[in-house]
């Protein structure tokens, strides 16, 4: 929950100071880091040709929301400087601004304050202001050790010809990519150019799956900890979400010859598989997403608004959302009063709350569903993959125009955000003085 500022925690900050929210703090700097992103990659040298203004402001914005949409071709376009500044902004995007800015200031031998300490907490989930500077510390080690180990295997998973002239650049970015969701591969086909490369397939999957769990459930399994309720819903909710979904892909696609019907038996189970997990906001994509026949991609698009988990480097409701949303909603037909899931009672606000973070994305995106230049189908699989920050696309976001270009970028910039983290900023938070008569209204 987020504090108001002002509200009986002691601060140091001096009197007369602008007092500004968490999360106007957070939509403010993600949309600063942004246009820094953008200008640095206009620098000379970042680019072959240089990027145009619209270009470089729609990449850093898809680099710094860890979805993945591209209007260039990162291998071809940019340069080696180009791509290094790409992955800054996508490591950036994947920790979150708060995080990554304790954790530099934790490296650099600096303490964390009390308003430091609390932003954490809110980003990470956690109560306990002691907890906050071991808690970085420990996503930072995770975090280097993952996408280091990650690296290393893509460098000796992948054959010679698909690491290119720079086998560790290609392996580490890749790596870095995948950890943070962010989908943005080096070859111009994207990761269809390791079509049958199960090795490093296998590897790019772990590592989005280890990304979209969520910090708070890593350093709960890296420290071997008691898993609580979260984590469990985490690890088996993501489990059973990408089994099914890779099933159903696979029943839908089966024969398609266009996907997977032309592929071994193994091959397709792979590949729906690879499908299942990608699209819970990593973004990459071994086959051509506008060849999907239209139940997949329906199918697809449920699986993006899903997501992955809080505090995760991936986007979208979040899987622990659904959860409590199918949770209450079978409380309800068993006319039971608690919302419960594994024995456990939820608090009553769970129900609310999630119910608002999906009311709140079904309604962003229902208003920038009609994008400039695109038809509605196109528009609802984009402005989808947008908002959840995965960065799929069946082909209309490289052909859109700049008006579609800017209502692509509204639709990440929001989904990182994340809708409580939204209308907080856009509501003011006011507390009722009189006492309301209560009535009835009919539902159903």
Same mark, same amino acid.
């Given at each position: ?5 002002g509200?009986?925690?002691p601060?140091d ?5 602008v007092r ?23 620098a000379?040298?970042?680019?072959e ?26 291998g071809?376009r940019?340069?080696? *400087?180009?791509?290094? /500044?790409?992955?800054?902004l %996508?490591?950036? =995007? +994947? $920790?979150?601004?708060? #995080?990554?800015? !304790?954790?530099?200031?934790i ?33 930072g ?5 993952v996408?280091?180990a990650?690296a290393?295997l893509?460098a ?7 690491l290119?002239a ?5 392996a580490l970015?890749h790596?870095v990519s ?20 199960? *090795?490093?397939?296998? /590897?790019v999957?772990?590592? %989005?799956?280890? =990304? +979209? $769990?969520g910090?708070? #459930?890593?350093? !709960? ?5 008691r ?9 088996w ?21 266009q ?15 690879f499908l ?12 051509d ?12 698009m ?18 622990s959302?659904a ?8 409380a309800y ?14 608090p ?16 962003a ?19 989808v993959?947008?908002?959840a ?16 270009q800017?209502?692509l970028?509204?639709a ?12 907080f ?12 008569p ?7």
């Amino acid at each position: 929950m987020w504090h108001r500022p002002g509200g009986g925690l002691p601060s140091d900050r001096p009197s007369g100071s602008v007092r500004i929210s968490p999360p106007r703090l957070f939509a403010l700097a993600l949309a600063v880091m942004i246009l820094v992103g953008g200008l640095a990659l206009l620098a000379p040298g970042m680019a072959e040709p240089a990027l145009s203004v619209p270009e470089a402001l729609f990449t850093a914005t898809s680099a710094m929301t860890v979805t993945g949409l591209s209007i260039i071709d990162v291998g071809q376009r940019l340069t080696p *400087a180009g791509q290094a /500044v790409l992955l800054v902004l %996508i490591q950036l =995007g +994947g $920790l979150g601004l708060s #995080v990554f800015a !304790a954790l530099t200031m934790i490296t650099l031998g600096g303490r964390l304050g009390l308003g430091q300490r609390l932003v954490v907490n809110q980003r990470l989930g956690t109560t306990s202001l002691a907890e906050a500077v071991p808690l970085v510390r420990s996503i930072g080690l995770i975090t280097l050790g993952v996408e280091l180990a990650g690296a290393a295997l893509l460098a000796v998973a992948l054959p010679g010809d698909a690491l290119g002239a720079r086998p560790l650049w290609t392996a580490l970015f890749h790596a870095v990519s995948a950890f943070n969701n962010a989908g943005f591969a080096l070859p111009s086909a994207g990761l269809a150019a390791w079509s049958g490369e199960t *090795a490093a397939l296998g /590897v790019v999957a772990a590592l %989005i799956v280890t =990304g +979209g $769990l969520g910090f708070p #459930v890593l350093v !709960a399994v890296a420290r071997r900890s008691r898993w609580s309720l979260h984590t469990r819903v985490m690890i088996w909710g993501s489990a059973a979400l990408i089994l099914g979904g890779g099933l159903v892909l696979a029943a839908l696609e089966w024969r398609s010859p266009q996907t997977l019907g032309d592929l071994p038996s193994t091959a397709r189970m792979v590949e729906a598989l690879f499908l299942s997990i990608s699209t819970r906001t990593a973004g990459f994509s071994t086959i051509d997403m506008a060849a999907l026949t239209a139940p997949a991609l329906l199918v697809v698009m449920v699986l993006m608004f899903i997501g992955a988990g809080p505090a995760s480097t991936g986007g979208g409701i979040k899987l622990s959302t659904a959860v409590v949303l199918t949770a209450a909603t079978a409380a309800y037909l068993r006319r039971d009063t608690e919302v419960t899931i594994g024995r456990r009672s939820l608090p009553p606000e769970a129900a609310s709350q999630a119910l608002s973070v999906a009311l709140i994305s079904l309604f962003a995106i229902a208003l920038l569903i009609t994008t400039p230049g695109i038809s509605l189908a196109g528009a609802a699989f984009e402005i989808v993959s947008a908002y959840a920050t995965v960065g799929l696309s069946a082909g209309a976001t490289a052909a859109t125009d700049i008006s579609g270009q800017v209502v692509l970028m509204l639709a990440m910039y929001l989904g990182r955000l994340g809708p409580l983290v939204l209308g907080f900023a856009l509501v003011t938070r006011t507390s009722a003085r009189i006492g309301r008569p209560r009535a009835d209204v009919l539902m159903g």
